[in-house]
Protein backbone atom coordinates (compact mmCIF):
# COMPACT_ATOMS: atom_id res chain seq x y z
CA UNK A 1 0.00 0.00 0.00
CA UNK A 2 1.32 3.40 -1.11
CA UNK A 3 1.75 6.20 1.72
CA UNK A 4 2.94 9.68 1.60
CA UNK A 5 2.35 11.42 4.95
CA UNK A 6 3.40 14.94 4.66
CA UNK A 7 4.59 17.49 8.28
CA UNK A 8 5.74 20.73 9.17
CA UNK A 9 3.34 22.60 8.36
CA UNK A 10 2.29 25.70 10.37
CA UNK A 11 1.49 29.47 10.89
CA UNK A 12 5.09 31.32 10.03
CA UNK A 13 5.32 35.16 9.99
CA UNK A 14 6.32 36.91 6.70
CA UNK A 15 9.98 36.45 6.05
CA UNK A 16 10.09 33.32 8.03
CA UNK A 17 11.51 29.68 6.80
CA UNK A 18 9.74 26.28 6.85
CA UNK A 19 10.93 22.71 6.40
CA UNK A 20 8.50 20.34 5.28
CA UNK A 21 9.06 16.36 5.18
CA UNK A 22 7.06 13.91 2.80
CA UNK A 23 7.36 10.03 3.88
CA UNK A 24 6.93 8.01 1.05
CA UNK A 25 6.63 3.96 1.50
CA UNK A 26 4.80 1.10 0.11
CA UNK A 27 7.37 1.22 -2.99
CA UNK A 28 10.81 1.01 -3.93
CA UNK A 29 11.88 4.87 -3.16
CA UNK A 30 14.71 4.77 -5.74
CA UNK A 31 11.68 3.99 -8.66
CA UNK A 32 9.28 6.83 -9.70
CA UNK A 33 9.25 10.33 -9.72
CA UNK A 34 8.50 12.48 -6.78
CA UNK A 35 6.87 15.77 -6.85
CA UNK A 36 5.47 18.68 -4.32
CA UNK A 37 2.30 20.81 -5.16
CA UNK A 38 0.60 23.41 -3.05
CA UNK A 39 -3.39 24.39 -3.27
CA UNK A 40 -4.63 27.64 -2.03
CA UNK A 41 -8.44 28.23 -1.68
CA UNK A 42 -9.94 28.69 -4.49
CA UNK A 43 -7.08 27.89 -6.31
CA UNK A 44 -6.29 24.94 -8.81
CA UNK A 45 -3.61 22.38 -6.96
CA UNK A 46 0.40 24.28 -8.26
CA UNK A 47 3.12 22.06 -9.26
CA UNK A 48 6.22 23.46 -7.62
CA UNK A 49 9.07 20.82 -7.86
CA UNK A 50 9.97 17.80 -8.83
CA UNK A 51 12.95 14.82 -9.06
CA UNK A 52 13.15 11.79 -11.25
CA UNK A 53 15.53 10.82 -8.83
CA UNK A 54 17.52 11.13 -5.66
CA UNK A 55 20.58 12.52 -7.91
CA UNK A 56 18.89 14.14 -10.90
CA UNK A 57 18.47 18.27 -9.77
CA UNK A 58 15.30 19.68 -9.12
CA UNK A 59 12.71 20.80 -11.66
CA UNK A 60 11.14 23.96 -10.57
CA UNK A 61 8.02 25.87 -11.85
CA UNK A 62 8.78 29.76 -12.10
CA UNK A 63 6.96 30.44 -9.34
CA UNK A 64 9.39 28.11 -7.03
CA UNK A 65 12.21 29.13 -8.23
CA UNK A 66 14.53 30.81 -5.98
CA UNK A 67 12.97 30.63 -2.54
CA UNK A 68 11.59 26.81 -2.59
CA UNK A 69 14.56 24.08 -2.25
CA UNK A 70 13.48 20.25 -3.18
CA UNK A 71 15.58 17.68 -2.25
CA UNK A 72 14.74 13.68 -1.78
CA UNK A 73 16.50 10.77 0.74
CA UNK A 74 15.62 7.45 -0.71
CA UNK A 75 17.18 5.82 2.10
CA UNK A 76 15.50 7.63 4.82
CA UNK A 77 12.46 7.19 2.08
CA UNK A 78 11.85 10.98 2.43
CA UNK A 79 11.58 14.45 0.29
CA UNK A 80 11.47 17.71 1.61
CA UNK A 81 10.81 20.99 0.42
CA UNK A 82 12.64 24.02 2.19
CA UNK A 83 11.31 27.27 1.70
CA UNK A 84 12.79 30.67 2.78
CA UNK A 85 11.11 34.72 2.58
CA UNK A 86 7.74 33.53 2.76
CA UNK A 87 4.83 35.40 1.80
CA UNK A 88 1.28 35.61 2.70
CA UNK A 89 0.78 34.27 -0.79
CA UNK A 90 2.42 30.80 -0.18
CA UNK A 91 -0.42 30.17 2.23
CA UNK A 92 -1.57 26.87 1.35
CA UNK A 93 -1.91 23.33 1.50
CA UNK A 94 1.27 21.70 0.59
CA UNK A 95 1.52 18.02 -0.93
CA UNK A 96 3.75 15.48 -1.73
CA UNK A 97 2.69 13.33 -4.76
CA UNK A 98 4.63 10.11 -6.90
CA UNK A 99 4.56 9.00 -10.00
CA UNK A 100 6.11 6.28 -12.53
CA UNK A 101 9.51 7.44 -13.53
CA UNK A 102 9.81 10.09 -15.89
CA UNK A 103 12.54 11.41 -17.57
CA UNK A 104 14.37 14.81 -17.06
CA UNK A 105 12.56 17.36 -16.97
CA UNK A 106 10.01 15.81 -14.55
CA UNK A 107 6.40 16.83 -15.25
CA UNK A 108 4.31 19.59 -12.60
CA UNK A 109 1.02 18.67 -13.78
CA UNK A 110 -1.07 17.20 -11.03
CA UNK A 111 -3.05 14.44 -13.01
CA UNK A 112 0.12 12.82 -14.19
CA UNK A 113 0.73 11.74 -10.45
CA UNK A 114 -1.37 8.83 -9.08
CA UNK A 115 -0.15 8.84 -4.98
CA UNK A 116 -0.82 11.83 -3.12
CA UNK A 117 -0.37 12.89 0.38
CA UNK A 118 -3.26 14.27 2.94
CA UNK A 119 -1.18 17.53 2.79
CA UNK A 120 0.21 19.83 5.34
CA UNK A 121 -1.30 23.42 6.24
CA UNK A 122 1.29 26.14 5.71
CA UNK A 123 -0.02 29.79 6.74
CA UNK A 124 1.81 33.18 6.48
CA UNK A 125 0.07 35.60 8.64
CA UNK A 126 2.18 38.10 11.03
Known amino acids: QVQLVESGGGVVQPGGSLDLSCVLS????????VAWFRQAPGKQREGLSC????????HYSDSAKGRFTMSRHNLQNTARLQITNLDPEDTAVYYC???????????????????WGQGTQVTVSS
Open 97 to 115: ARASPFGNPCPLAPDTYSS
Open 26 to 33: GFFMAYGT
Open 51 to 58: MSSEDSPP
